[in-house]
């Protein structure tokens, strides 16, 4: 019988952490949780650990330590906040343990770091986990490439609840990336992130960005081409959390035993 990979999650007792970690517990095919980081100071998730499996308690080091967490681990998956994943891909190379980091909002410094890191380590760094929104991303790169600019504007519309903390989402800014690449220019150089007073005619070749934050949405993505005479929308809504949960475990099943590299959701997928 194969030994089961284990996991630790970083980020436990969050919101991905809490989708992902049932799934470890409950899956049949070969993975097993080794290690939930938390937050210092947060012992919801000690006081009550058979809640990651329903009433079966696990046996796992729940600390807020991330050495200790990622002990024994084949592979990390990280969903907590943009500088501790930077803290926590260093330590992942620094013992050899291959990573999955959903985490988002992540800045230009922060992101030249993980390039480092992966310079040593199997990364894969997705703003979004969920395969049907890496499909969308594809699909918004081709639409691009086909829906010209002088002719189609694209604008992205993106809801988040309350509580996230980064804007326009990861998400969003991947389907801006996506976009800009079918258009063979870079992001920064078209993108409109606010609208505000006497702001003038629309710049041809802008991607603009409307943000909502409310209630308890999961997530909800639009891109919109607008030509002459008819737009175009590509769209995906998350009704909870286990679709990204789900892509998540995909990639870190993949991510185990790939050459150093810094790896996205289309290369799990084959994109």
């Not at 807020?64 to 992942?92: E, H, K, Q």
């Not at 988040?160 to 389907?175: E, F, I, M, Q, Y």
């Not at 995906?236 to 998540?248: K, L, P, Y």
């Not at 995909?250 to 185990?256: D, F, G, L, P």
Request: glycine letters at 14%; charged letters at 20%.
């Amino acid at each position: 019988m194969a030994v089961p990979l284990s996991v630790a999650m970083l980020g436990a007792s969050g919101r991905m952490g809490r989708s992902i970690i049932p799934l470890v517990a409950g899956d049949s095919s070969g993975l097993r949780l080794s290690g939930a980081l938390v937050a210092r100071g947060d012992d919801s998730i000690g006081q009550d650990a058979g809640s990651f499996a329903g009433s079966a308690p696990l046996a796992i080091a729940i600390t807020d330590d991330p050495r200790r967490a990622l002990a024994g681990a084949g592979v990390a998956i990280d969903f907590t906040l943009a500088a501790a994943s930077i803290r926590n891909a260093a330590l992942c190379r620094e013992l050899g343990v291959p990573m999955v980091i959903g985490t988002t909002g992540h800045d230009g410094a922060q992101l030249a770091e993980l390039e480092q890191v992966a310079r040593g380590l199997p990364v894969v760094l997705a703003p979004n986990m969920s395969l049907g929104v890496n499909v969308l991303f594809k699909l918004a790169e081709l639409a691009a490439r086909a829906l010209k600019a002088e002719q189609y504007d694209a604008e992205i519309f993106e809801a988040h609840h309350r509580n996230k903390v980064d804007a326009p989402s990861g998400t969003a800014l991947g389907l801006g990336r996506a976009a800009a690449m079918g258009r063979g220019v870079e992001l920064d150089s078209v993108a409109e992130y606010a609208r505000h007073g006497t702001t003038g005619a629309r710049e041809v070749g802008k991607i603009g960005f409307s943000v909502v934050r409310g209630g308890d949405i999961v997530g909800d993505h639009r891109l919109i081409f607008a030509g002459p005479g008819e737009t175009v929308e590509l769209a995906h809504h998350a009704q909870d959390r286990s679709g990204f949960a789900r892509g998540a475990l995909v990639a870190a099943r993949w991510v185990v035993g790939r050459p150093p590299g810094l790896y996205s959701m289309a290369d799990v997928l084959g994109l």
